[in-house]
C-alpha cells in the first residue's frame, strides 16, 4: 500500500478511518515514510466529510487514470484507458445558449465569367509564391500584422486534402504523397466522398518510415501518413471571442456571431482574415506540437515567411468560373510547408471534440478548390517575414 508515493494513498488511508487517532497517524508516518506529511495532515484537518470529499476527488483524478497520454500509434495503456480518454474528451453538456449558431448568413456563389465587372470580388486560394501579384486591382489592404493585434480571435480550425494555394517549390504540382506522383493532381475517394486534393509538399519519402507508418488515429477521420494537408483558421472581430461559444462549425457561425460588431462592412478586410499554413503529416513524435487549436505555429522557421493579401472564403464549391461572394478578407499564408506528427493533429481533434458547438463536420479533410486564376487574385500582396500569431 505504502509503496506508491501519489495523493491517492492519502485516499487508501484515511477514506474508512473517520476518527483516526493521533497515534494511529503518527504510526502511519513512521512506516509509510515516502507520503508527504504534509499531504497526510492538510487532508486530516480538512475536518471527516470535506476531507472525504476532497479524498473522493483525488482518487478519481490520480487513481482512475494514472498514466493516460494522447497515443502516439503504439501500444494502448488498456481498455480503461482508451475509456478514459474518450471520455476526457467528450463534447461537455451543451448546458447554456450557443449565441453563435445559426448565424451564418447565406450569400450565394456568383457567376465568374457573366459577373467579373460587377459582382465578382477578389478570390483565394491564389498563388503566394514570393513575388506573386495578382491582376485584380482593389483599393484596400490585407491586414499585415499579427490578427491578436486587430481585436480578433480564432473562430475555427478545418484543413483542406492537399494545398489550396500555390508556393512554388514547397507546395506545388510537383509534390507527392501515399497516393500521388509528382505532376498527378488528382481526386482521392475519401469514405463515399469523391474529394479533390490540392497541391502537395515536397516531403515525402517512400523508404522513411515517418512517411508510411500508420498511426492510431483516436479522433481525427480519415487522415493519413505522409499527406499534405492545408489548415485553415479563421478569425473575427465579431467572434464570441475568449467565452465558451468561440469555436464554431460552420465556421461561418462564429465568423459572424456578433454581426453587429462588423457595421457596414466598409472595413471588412480589417475584420475578418484566414491563417493558412501546410503540413506533411509523418509518424514522429520530434515533430509534436501541442497546440494547433488557437492559430498557425509560430516556432523556429514556422510562421515567419508570410504572404498577406485579401481574397474569399475557398472550398470545392468554388473554382474559376463559379466564385465566392464571401470577399474580400484578409489572408495571412505560410509560404513554407513543414512536417509535424499525426499526434499533433490527433491532439487538435480530441480539442475540437471538446467545445461547446459541435464540431464533428470539421475533423476530416475538406476538398480544395481549384488554384484560382491570377485574374481574380489581388493585386495587394505583402510578402515581408510576420510572426503572425
Known amino acids: 500500500m505504502c509503496r506508491r508515493t501519489d495523493n491517492s494513498i492519502v485516499s ?9 487517532s493521533k497515534s494511529t497517524i503518527v504510526a502511519i508516518i513512521a512506516f509509510c515514510g515516502a507520503v508527504t506529511v504534509a499531504s497526510l495532515v492538510s487532508a486530516i484537518l480538512m475536518g471527516n466529510r470535506l476531507a472525504d470529499t476532497a479524498v473522493a476527488k483525488t482518487s478519481a483524478a490520480a487513481g482512475s487514470q494514472p498514466n493516460i497520454v494522447i497515443n502516439t500509434g503504439g501500444a494502448t495503456t488498456g481498455s480503461a484507458a482508451s475509456a478514459a480518454m474518450e471520455n476526457l474528451f467528450a463534447r461537455p453538456p451543451r448546458a447554456g445558449p450557443n449565441e453563435c449558431e445559426g448565424k451564418k448568413i447565406q450569400i450565394d456563389n456568383v457567376d465568374c465569367l457573366i459577373d467579373a465587372l460587377e459582382k465578382v470580388l477578389p478570390q483565394a486560394g491564389g498563388n503566394v509564391t514570393m513575388g506573386f501579384k495578382g491582376e485584380m486591382v482593389v483599393g484596400h489592404e490585407p491586414i499585415k500584422t499579427p490578427y491578436f493585434q486587430n481585436d480578433m480571435c480564432p473562430v475555427n480550425v478545418h484543413w483542406h486534402l492537399g494545398a489550396e494555394h500555390l508556393s512554388v517549390g514547397e507546395f506545388d504540382e510537383m509534390g507527392a504523397g501515399p497516393n500521388t506522383k509528382p505532376g498527378d493532381l488528382r481526386r482521392k475517394l475519401a469514405g463515399d466522398e469523391d ?22 488515429w483516436k479522433h481525427c477521420v480519415g487522415m493519413e501518413v505522409g499527406e499534405s494537408y492545408e489548415v485553415h483558421w479563421p478569425h473575427s472581430a465579431a467572434g464570441a471571442c475568449g467565452t465558451i461559444n468561440q469555436y464554431q462549425t460552420p465556421f461561418y457561425d462564429g465568423v459572424l456571431c456578433r454581426v453587429e460588431v462588423l457595421g457596414d462592412l466598409s472595413r471588412l478586410p480589417q475584420q475578418v482574415g484566414v491563417q493558412g499554413q501546410v503540413f506533411t503529416i509523418v509518424n514522429d513524435e520530434d515533430y509534436f506540437y501541442p497546440d494547433l487549436m488557437r492559430g498557425m505555429i509560430v516556432d523556429g522557421e514556422m510562421g515567419q515567411e508570410i504572404t498577406k493579401y485579401t481574397g474569399s472564403t475557398t472550398g470545392t464549391s468554388r473554382d474559376n468560373e463559379i466564385c465566392s461572394a464571401y470577399s474580400p478578407i484578409t489572408w495571412q499564408v505560410d509560404r513554407k510547408c513543414h512536417m509535424i506528427s499525426a499526434s499533433s493533429f490527433d491532439k487538435m481533434c480530441a480539442d475540437m471534440k471538446a467545445q461547446r458547438d459541435d464540431m464533428s463536420d470539421d475533423l476530416y479533410a475538406h476538398g480544395s478548390r481549384e488554384l484560382v486564376d491570377s485574374k481574380y487574385v489581388a493585386n495587394n500582396q505583402h510578402n515581408r517575414a510576420l510572426r503572425a500569431n
Do not use: I, P, S
Open 195 to 216: 474529394v479533390r486534393g490540392g497541391f502537395r509538399c515536397h516531403h515525402y519519402d517512400e523508404n522513411d518510415e515517418k512517411f508510411t507508418k500508420e498511426y492510431d
Open 12 to 20: 487508501e488511508v484515511v477514506k474508512d478511518e473517520e476518527d483516526m
